[in-house]
T-cell receptor, first 113, second 105 residues
Framework: KAGVTQTPRYLIKTRGQQVTLSCSPI?????VSWYQQTPGQGLQFLFE???????NKGNFPGRFSGRQFSNSRSEMNVSTLELGDSALYLC????????????FGPGTRLTVT | KNEVEQSPQNLTAQEGEFITINCSYSVGISALHWLQQHPGGGIVSLFM???GKKKHGRLIATINIQEKHSSLHITASHPRDSAVYICAGDDKIIFGKGTRLHILP
């Protein structure tokens, strides 16, 4: 069974640009969660989607958005990038939700210059 | 003050030592998760606990919901246990800052 895949793995963007990150969950998993990880703040929850609906959202500005498609693949978008958005962005999938067995992808390393 | 506090932040030990990592939280949660992150970023879920104790191989996790405290123990530690260990509350919405463990051969 293929694991969670994230594309791209590395990305360099300039301040003010926007970026879209993609996450393909394990086949059959309907819940996809997104997290931001920085050296200073550690792991922080961004949002969780289940069957194309956002079920929960973390404390991030509206520049951070996401969506989930009917095949459970998910994308997150960050508009008007700031230097502080440089981070490792991780997605994780689960059959029913993040409280249950959850599998993490390798992450996308975003650098904003 | 962070809602989830982990201690110690960094830990270096010799191979074979018994390791304890602590997690205390100030908010009410019904379950706590322990995660392991190896260099390179990959995260693995180790345990989900709502009460008592769980064991998987050399790893043991305990939780006391009333005292809002959980511990992760590693018996007979090995260099391959070197990683960052992170505790997370409930639906993995709140996280500790992680404990960086380094086991020396």
């Amino acid at each position: 069974k293929a694991g969670v895949t994230q594309t791209p793995r590395y990305l360099i963007k300039t301040r003010g640009q926007q970026v879209t990150l993609s996450c393909s969950p394990i086949s059959g998993h309907r819940s996809v969660s997104w997290y931001q990880q920085t050296p200073g703040q550690g792991l922080q929850f961004l949002f969780e989607y289940f069957s194309e609906t956002q079920r929960n959202k973390g404390n991030f500005p509206g520049r951070f958005s996401g969506r989930q498609f009917s095949n459970s693949r998910s994308e997150m978008n960050v508009s008007t990038l700031e230097l502080g958005d440089s981070a490792l962005y991780l997605c994780a999938s689960s059959l029913v939700g993040p409280s249950y067995e959850q599998y993490f992808g390798p992450g996308t390393r975003l650098t904003v210059t | 003050k962070n809602e989830v506090e982990q201690s110690p932040q960094n830990l270096t030990a010799q191979e074979g030592e018994f390791i304890t990592i602590n997690c205390s939280y100030s908010v009410g949660i019904s379950a706590l998760h322990w995660l392991q992150q190896h260099p390179g970023g990959g995260i693995v879920s180790l345990f989900m606990l709502s009460s008592g104790k769980k064991k998987h191989g050399r790893l043991i996790a305990t939780i006391n919901i009333q005292e809002k405290h959980s511990s992760l123990h590693i018996t007979a530690s090995h260099p391959r246990d070197s990683a960052v260990y992170i505790c997370a509350g409930d639906d993995k919405i709140i996280f500790g800052k992680g404990t960086r463990l380094h086991i020396l051969p």
